[in-house]
Structures are given as structure tokens and as C-alpha cells.
């Protein structure tokens, strides 16, 4: 089921003014903040009622300003997963769960209660009250609570943005279970290129309420329009092979192998890998002699003039219909030094300690 | 203990002491529904002639209490432009009744009560209803499950205030019902009463002790009963 956004709004100075859809999957909503991602989450819950403009979620229609329909949120069977949780003070964590639930209608398909508990491992939580439990634990009793009121879209309000790193870090794969094992469409605003690279299967990217670039993720990032040349990155597609005793992992890409700092899955899981572009040197002739260890060979693409000294070369790596791209930020001079120009053979170098554990999630098994 | 008490108290005190609770309590619990519906009104909604509702409901905390009996009278009274109507097609009499010296403790009472429950509404994260709407809750559900809950401890606190100041009333009702034995006289009317008697000191000051009681009682009782239901609405 794709979802259907064409609206207008203002607020003040502020204009909103959108007409994309989103396909199925998860879709991340992207940008700056200010840039109209929450307004346009809300207009999707029917907490905010635009100016005018359609909403609908396949042939299901939540507003639409011609016909003057317009749904009250509690008729609009949504999952919306906010940033501060909102758990209900009074109520202990399962009644929470199950507050949804009670309202839905009882032909509803949800997810089963065990099944949530087991897949965000809130079992041991489940007498307990909102105000007894951290941050993160809170976090993943509000994607129950959302899941078991039988949704039939799941909305998420930068979800991570209250949670230090290593609460980011624990959330971020349940978010990934959500994507592969729940068949319902997943709206996500984050303002986070790591998550997008971690969780989206599509991208609309949003700046000063206008959509500036839509597409894959790896599109999205390596769009300098989208980004801004300081923000482009790289999503690449990678499986893990082996485990050295030396503390590295090997990795498998189109370009060949990546050792990076011990990872926790087993081998043979997919991964996305998020490089940014500032985090990849170039090269003419194979190095040796070098301390990094992450050496892809790929040919250069194409040259962008980025901001001031900069110029951003994206290269392609692999061949034929397995093609990645990977973009390198480097100095003009260096570019001019290095004489590069389209077609010519190029060698990526990545240090292995430029990835952040938020830069490596799970990939979607049918792209992996 | 009862037994103990109507023995200790005179019968003209003792009734005076049941007919108080007995006002203050239907005064209470009658008023508490429209007492939550216009603290919520006052706190959320937005609509003309909201000024003048604030006013009228918070009038008998400034008025003397005189001026608000004599009002009820002249509207409620059996000759009143309401009360006429009351009687004729109801049978209804307030005045000079124990039931009208429950509309006057309710309607001095009133200001309080609302305050009270304004407070704790005004308190309230609307942005939980909000979860709570797109969860599947209609209004009415989201305030019966979430709001009602969260305000329960302003309840509580507007109640016992309410009935606190209903037990205390003496000038409205002593204007719109008098100071009947046994049928309006209630605990300040009755000790207003003896007072006006030589030798009435005696029975005067039984009634202060049992008020002073009733009051303390109901305080901790408040107390008690805020503190548990805080506990369980913070969570812990």
C-alpha cells in the first residue's frame, strides 16, 4: 500500500506545500529541522488539519479538502510512534500495550500480544509503570503499544532523538525487525542520515516544506542537493564473511573485501554500510604501504563543484546490475593534482574506524 | 460511637450535626459533575461569554455571603422568578428546606471545587490525549481513560475543599433558608444560635469541637488519599 501526500499548509512565515507518495516499506521523511517533516506526520495522524490537500493511504482516503472528508485520528487506524514516547502515566506497561488494542475493531489482523512482548523483549517490564523505566525501554513499550492497535500505517516521530547514542543504538534494530517481519508501511521522520541509511527503504528528503529529492536511500544521500556537499554519504551493501581473532570483521561488497572493528552479527547477515563522503580518500594507482586497510577499486562517475574548495567524485564500484556508488569529498586541487576525470580507474580508501555502530544496520534481506 | 456522641451532644445539637453532613454531602456530590464540566470548559475550551461564566462562577467567593443567599432567594425563593415555576409545575420548594441549604453550600462551595479541578486539568500533557486519540480513542473515551485519571488528585483535593466549606456556611444559608431546628439549622447556624441564648455557651462549644474535628478528619483523609493517588499516577 503506497501512501499519498498532496497538501498545503501555513503556519506564520512557514509554508508547507507537498505532492509525493510514498511506496510501500518504510519511508523516511528527511531534512533539517524547521523543515516540515513533523507538520506533515501530523496532517497523516489528523493532529494538524491542513490548509487543503489529500491524504491517502492506497484507496483509503484520510482527507481530502475537495470533498471536504476529513477523518478524526481516532478513525484513522494509525500506529504513531512519538518522540518522547507519551506512555500513559497511570497505566502499567501492559495496559499500555493494550490500550490500542481495545479500540480497534475486533476483525482487526494484529500482531499478537506474546509476539510484540518476545519481539521488543519487554517481558520482564510488563507490571511496571511508564515512570519506572528508562528512556530506551520506554521508547520500545511505545512501538508495542503502536503495533498492537492493529494499524494499518505506522507513523514515527523522530523516535531516537530523545536517546543518548547507546540507546540509539539499541532501539534502531527493533525498528529494523519492524520493517522485515511487519507487513505494515512505516512513515519515519528522522533528521539523522545514519538512520536513513539504516532504515529506509525510500526517502523523502524535505527542506523548507518542499520536497528536494525522493528515492532510494542511497540516491537520497548522495544527493548533494538533498544533503548539502558537507552531508553526502554512501550506502553500500555488504555481507559479513568472518571474524578474525584480531578483533576485525570481514566484510564482502561488490568492490571486494572491508575489515572493519568487531561486529556483532554472525556471518552471512546482510548489512548497510553508511560512508560518508568526507570519510573516503582517493587514489590514481593501488596504495601500499598504507594503515588503512579498506581498499575498493571503481572508476569514476562523475565530478560535482561542491561548497567552497570542495568537489565531490562519485565512483562506481562493482559491475553491470550490481553496481554501487560511493562518493569521495575531496579538494579541488587534489582533483586537479590527480588529473581525475569520468571513466578513469580509481581506488576508495576507507579507514575502518570512520563507520560508526550507527552507520551499520541490518540490510533488507530481499536487496541484501 | 455514634450512640456515644448523639449521648455527649444535646438532641437539638446532634440534629444540627447530622443535617450538616447530611447538606454538605448531597451539596458535594451533586455539584462535583457540573464542578469537572465547567473547570474543564474554563481550561480548554475557547467560546463566547467564557469571561462571564469565570465570573459568575467565582461571584460567592467575593460577594458576602448576604448578598449571595438574598440572590438565591429572590431567584429560588418560593415568590421567585424561578422558584415560582419550580413549585407551580414541580412541587419543588428550595427555600426554608434542607435541600435549599444544599444548594447554598453547594453554590458557595462552588469557586473552590472548580479551582481546584481547573488546576489539574490545566495540568494535564494534552499531548497524551493526543497519543491516546490516534490510538482509537473518541473525546469522551480520552477523557474517561486518560484525562479523568490524570486529574483525579484535583478532584479529590476540589471535593474535601468543597465539603469543607460546605460544613463552614452560614450567611447564604441563614438568609435564602433561615434557622430552622432540625430542618436548616446546621452547625454554624447552631451555634450562631446558642450563642444568642444566656447559657448556650456550653452547647456552642460541643458543635466547635465536633467541627474542628470534622475538619482535621477530612484534611488528613486528603492528605492520604492525594498522596496514594499521586504515587500511582507518577509511577514508581
Redesign the interface.
Known sequence: MSLHLHLRHRIGEFALDVDVTAPPGLTVLFGPSGSGKTTLVNAV???LRPDEGRIAAGDWVLMDSATRLWL?????????V?Q?G?L???LSVRQNLL??R???PRTARGESLSRVIEMLGIGPLLD?????LSGGEKQRVAIG??LL?APRLI?ADEPLAALDEARKAEILPYFERLRDEVAVPILYVSHSSAEVARLATSVIALRNGRVVAMGTPAQVLGDSAAMGARGVASVLRARVVAHHPDGLSELDTVAGRLWLPRLPQPPGTPLRLRIGASEVILSRARPTGLSALNILPGQVLDLHDGEGPGVLVTLSLGDGSFAERLAARITRRSAEAMGLAPGQTCHAIIKSVALAPLDIGAGVPDLG | MWNDLAHWLGPAEWAAVRLSIRVSFWATLASLPLGILTAYALARWEFPGKQVLNGVVHLPLILPPVVTGYLLLLVLGRRGYVGQVLDQWFGIVLSFRWTGAALAAAVMAFPLMVRAIRLSVEAVDTKLEAAAGTLGASRPWVFVTVTLPLILPGILAGTILAFAKAMGEFGATITFVSNIPGQTQTIPSAIYAFLQVPGGQEAATRLVIVSVTIAMAALVLSEVLARRITRRVAGS
Do not use: K, Q, V
Open positions: 495522524a489528523g493532529l478524526p485520528p481516532h478513525r484513522r487506524r494509525l500506529g504513531y512519538f518522547e507519551r500513559f502515566p497511570h490500550y490500542g481495545w479500540f480497534a511496571r509503570r511508564p515512570g519506572a503499544r503502536a492497535a507513523l
